[in-house]
Structure formats: C-alpha cells, structure tokens
C-alpha cells in the first residue's frame, strides 16, 4: 500500500470503530457485559446519497467509548441499498468501518478515491452536522473507511460520549443522544 492512503493512515489514529448489527439492543447489552459503556442512542433518518443516486439512511445507532477508541453499533432500519448493506447483505452482522482523524474533509475523499477507493454513501448528519461519506477500502485495509467534517456537532456528540465513559460506575447504561445534540 503506497501514497495518501499508507501516509494518512499510518499517521492518524483511529476515532471510531464500527459494526453492523441486526439487533441494537441485544448488541448494546453484549458490549455492556464487557464493560464498555454507556450507550448512547440515536434514531435518525439522514438525506444521503448511494452510489452518486439520491438516498436516505435510515437507522438506530449506539455510540460508546472504550478507551481512546469511540465504538459504534449501526442498525439499518430501511430496506434501502447503503454502504452497510455493501457490506453486510441480507441483514448480516459484522465489523464494517473505521473512521479516522483526517482534516480536509474533501481532500481526503479525493485523494482516496485518487487511489482506488470507492465512494459508496455520502451525508450530513443534520442542520450544521457533520459531513461523512464511507469509502470502500476493503481491497487495501480490509474494511470501509468513513471520513467525516470537523464540526461543532461532531465534536460536541465525540466529547459526550467520551467524558461519559470516564469513571463510569455502570448506572444508566442507555442513554438517548438526541436531547444532548440539538
């Protein structure tokens, strides 16, 4: 592996790590007995589009901490074709992507698709959300990557969960993110 993707990816660390998953809840609660936690939740539907084709992602996700790395369970709740679905088809579960600290939102989505990436499924997480897209990676890293914009909204849903993990006592294990948002 040569250029931006090695240069990026050897340089930065990885934020998050991702799983698709069939069942929230009980995946929640199988990451809980190991003692990552809390969950925070979040329903959304999010105007996307698939394959340069207008789209919409619908889904339930749960955010975690577990050290300095953000565990995210992602459960699709459309039928619609998306990067999960890519990736996991026939509402299979698995390990899906990795998310890392990039800067320039753009330039990275064009400098990986420069090297053979794919851009699958592309977004905004609300009003003055983050911006995200995941890029299929699975011939060079084995995975999706996804790329998301420094923004207010993100750093603020990164910080919640974080500083939550930190000396967490196990009460309270599932929490909706959407009131601490927006």
């Known amino acids: 592996m040569t250029g931006f993707l090695t240069e990026r990816l050897s340089g930065m660390p990885v934020v998050q790590i991702a799983w698709v998953v ?9 990451w809980l007995n190991l003692g990552v936690g809390p969950f925070f939740t979040l329903d959304t539907q999010v ?3 698939y394959r340069g084709e207008p789209s919409s992602l619908s889904m339930v996700i749960g955010l975690a901490q577990a050290g300095p790395v953000q565990i995210e369970l992602i ?11 890519d990736a996991e088809p026939s509402g299979a579960a698995g390990f899906h992507h990795i998310c890392r600290a990039y800067g320039d939102y753009d330039e990275a989505v064009a400098k990986l698709q420069a090297e053979g990436s ?3 499924t592309e977004g905004q997480w609300g009003e003055g959300g983050p911006r995200f897209c995941y890029l299929d990676a699975r011939d060079t890293v084995g995975c ?14 990164y910080k919640i969960v974080r500083e939550a993990a930190e000396g967490w006592d196990g009460t309270d294990p599932i929490r909706s993110l959407e009131p601490l948002l927006f």
């Open 144 to 157: 999706f990557i996804e790329i998301c914009d420094d923004s207010e909204v993100g750093q603020k849903m």
């Open 118 to 120: 794919v851009l699958v």
């Open 22 to 30: 069939r069942d929230l809840k009980q995946s929640m609660s199988q």
């Open 75 to 85: 459960q699709q709740t459309s039928d619609q074709p998306s990067a999960y679905t």
């Open 47 to 49: 105007p996307a589009t």
